[in-house]
């Protein structure tokens, strides 16, 4: 399969960074709000990207687009006592938010550094692994991103990055956004730059050997969540994808929306719970030499 993406020259694709970088700042706040609530969730997408990685004990990390804090913070606890976790983002916003949570945690082998993934600021060879989790969608130019993430890494070294199946087969992205999208005019994401971009059995695999990694794997992994029929558990995912929109939002507006996601989950509710679906693929792959 080749790569879907369309040819950017330089303008564009600073342009469509300087949309990205923009939206993920204003969703910093939301992230950094519910980041210790969805640390659960996020542990199960944690640990199988860290494994496609072979991230173990004494690793030097890299993480790309890590937000505010996971898998960076895993991985850092991975690989204890003598490994250590750069954690990198395009958003300042983002790694102040994580540098507080790693403070918190008191996890001393990890550091943040602003770093675009196009280009990163580390010489060749610095690193024996890197991950990203769900950010190279947002790359106007993955191929670079890709080849960037594979000049850094020593000879062998691997690389593992997680992104969203298809839409329709998660549930909670599918409710969620299609309702902002209908009701709300701005939307969450930028241009093709979606969550979903690389949906489609392949593509991510195709980008990372456009990229040069070699023995590059792909597989699906399904979930499926059973949040309590009580629980509001689409919130953090209305206020993580509106970010400061949210807040601006008139009441009226609000309500019609929630009152609206709650009647499209309606159809999900099994008993005392609602039976959701979740799919990512992985892909890994290690540098030549």
């Known amino acids: 399969m080749g790569n879907p993406d369309p040819p950017l020259d330089d303008a564009e694709a600073a342009r469509l960074k300087r949309d990205v970088a923009a939206k993920w700042a204003a969703k910093s706040g939301a992230w950094a709000r519910w980041a210790d609530t969805m640390a659960e969730i996020a542990d199960r997408f944690n640990q199988p990207l860290l494994d496609a990685a072979e991230v173990d004990p004494g690793h030097r990390v890299l993480d790309l687009a890590s937000g505010v804090g996971e898998p960076a913070l895993s991985a850092a606890r991975r ?3 003598e490994g250590h976790v750069t954690a990198t983002d395009l958003v300042p916003p983002m790694l102040s938010a994580l540098a507080v949570r790693v403070a918190d945690a008191r996890i001393a082998n990890l550091e943040t550094r602003l770093a675009d993934m196009e280009a ?3 010489a060749d060879a610095s690193f024996d ?3 990203c989790r769900f950010g190279i969608m947002f790359s106007p130019r993955p191929e670079r991103a890709m080849a960037e993430a594979r000049r850094v890494l020593r000879p062998g070294g691997r690389a593992a990055f997680l992104v969203w199946g298809p839409v329709e087969d998660n549930t909670l992205f599918h409710v969620v956004h299609g309702v902002i999208g209908e009701l709300i005019a ?3 994401f930028s241009a093709h730059l979606t969550p979903f971009r690389y949906g489609e059995a392949g593509s991510l695999a195709a980008v990372m050997r456009a990229g040069g990694f070699a023995g590059v794997e ?3 992994i399904h979930f499926a969540p059973r949040p309590p029929a009580e629980l509001r558990f689409w919130q ?3 206020e993580m994808s509106l970010g400061s929109t949210y807040d601006t939002l008139p009441a009226a507006t609000r309500e019609a929306m929630e009152a609206e996601i709650a009647r499209r989950f309606a159809p999900y509710r099994d008993g ?3 039976q959701l679906a979740a799919h990512v693929r ?3 792959g290690r540098a030549p030499g």
């Open 236 to 238: 953090q995912n209305v």
């Open 218 to 220: 792909e597989r699906s």
């Open 79 to 81: 690989v204890a006592p």
């Open 186 to 188: 701005s939307t969450p």
């Open 272 to 274: 005392d719970g609602f």
């Open 120 to 122: 990163l600021p580390f």
């Open 282 to 284: 992985l892909a890994s």
């Open 129 to 131: 692994r890197v991950t």
